[in-house]
């Protein structure tokens, strides 16, 4: 049964930080790129950052450039997904889901990936 669980979501001040966490378990997933998503009220769920099996190799959209930062720790039997983020605006509001895609290397598309966490709740006030 594979298994993502997101934590670290919250409430927190615009220009403030927040660090969320993935633990995937249930297989072995370090030859698999991940990525977090993130779904903001009426709106579509967006790729944010991805990054792929190994960690040498990551992405993320324009908007958080220089801001959110993507990292992942393949242990021995879960591997481990972080997304760093600095400086949030209001506009990071949403809910932010970790995914485990089907491939090597850090894709974008929603459909690229099989597995989804519950997502955790990120709310930053003006």
């Known amino acids: 049964q594979v298994q993502l669980v997101e934590s670290g979501g919250g409430l927190v001040q615009a220009g403030g930080s927040l660090r969320l966490s993935c633990a995937a378990s249930g297989r072995t997933f370090s030859n698999r790129a991940m990525g977090w998503f993130r779904q903001a009220p009426g709106k579509e769920r967006e790729f944010v950052a991805g990054?792929?099996?190994?960690?040498?190799?990551?992405?993320?959209v324009d908007s958080v450039k220089g801001r959110f930062t993507i990292s992942r720790d393949n242990a021995k039997n879960t591997v481990y997904l972080h997304l760093q983020m600095n400086s949030l605006k209001p506009e990071d509001t949403a809910i932010y889901f970790c995914?485990?895609?089907?491939?090597?290397?850090?894709?974008?598309?929603?459909?690229?990936?099989?597995?989804w966490g519950q997502g955790t709740q990120v709310t930053v006030s003006s």
């Open positions: 990054i792929n099996w190994s960690g040498s190799s990551t992405s993320c």
């Open positions: 995914a485990l895609s089907r491939t090597l290397g850090v894709v974008t598309a929603r459909n690229q990936y099989d597995y």
